[in-house]
T-cell receptor
């Protein structure tokens, strides 16, 4: 199930199940989006990206969906594994922010139950 | 693949001292690098944009005299936390984008492994 912690929402899933992590972005002019995975004590690791002229993109075991109408982004992880446990952040590239700055969402902690 | 190396990974310093954190792009050039700060259980907050050969651009509320940024080459940016205080204790992360690829289109930013700063 999903719960909201002090600062970070948490999603708990059973190993082997599919995970869906959601993100609402704020700027309708944002044209590029990235999902990052961050393990404890480490820097963010690139997972997958999508440009605003697309609504779906697939990678290995991951799919990103973009709904520009409601400014919503989701990350789907198929057959979730214990190694997927981490905090996941969406990031948006806002035009005019300068130098390709990224603005990060609040993050979701994914816990995989063996 | 593109690698960003950040050093040190952990540092403990006394109040009032200064600490320098290095961010290097190992296999690509980066005209622009970014410095973030992250508190426990929170997201990354952009502190400043480091520009090679020119002054850094600081986000609102970030003291430029407190957080000195130098981007002396296309592969190295440094962040110096001056006169550190316990409230400066945090996780500092840098990122960079590949110049050549970024010139054509938006591309992902690559992140360093972060630096855990503890000021005692």
């Amino acid at each position: 199930g999903e719960s909201v912690g002090l600062h970070l929402p948490t999603l708990s899933v059973q190993e082997g199940d599919n995970s869906i992590i959601n993100c609402a972005y704020s700027n309708s002019a944002s044209d590029y989006f990235i999902w990052y995975k961050q393990e404890s004590g480490k820097g963010p690791q690139f997972i997958i990206d999508i440009r605003s002229n697309m609504d779906k993109r697939q990678g290995q075991r991951v799919t990103v969906l973009l709904n520009k109408t409601v400014k919503h982004l989701s990350l789907q992880i198929a057959a979730t594994q214990p190694g997927d446990s981490a905090v996941y952040f969406c990031a948006e590239n806002r035009p005019g922010a300068g130098s390709y700055q990224l603005t990060f969402g609040k993050g979701t902690k994914l816990s995989v139950i063996p | 693949g593109a690698v960003v190396s950040q050093h040190p990974s952990r540092v403990i310093c006394k109040s009032g001292t200064s600490v320098k954190i290095e961010c290097r792009s190992l296999d690509f050039q980066a005209t622009t690098m970014f410095w973030y700060r992250q508190f426990p259980k929170q997201s990354l907050m952009l502190m400043a944009t480091s520009n090679e050969g020119s002054k850094a651009t600081y986000e609102q509320g970030v003291e430029k005299d407190k957080f000195l940024i130098n981007h002396a080459s296309l592969t190295l940016s440094t962040l110096t936390v001056t006169s550190a205080h316990p409230e400066d204790s945090s996780f500092y992360i840098c990122s960079a984008r590949d110049n050549i690829r970024a010139g054509r289109m938006n591309t992902e930013a690559f992140f360093g492994q972060g630096t855990r700063l503890t000021v005692v």
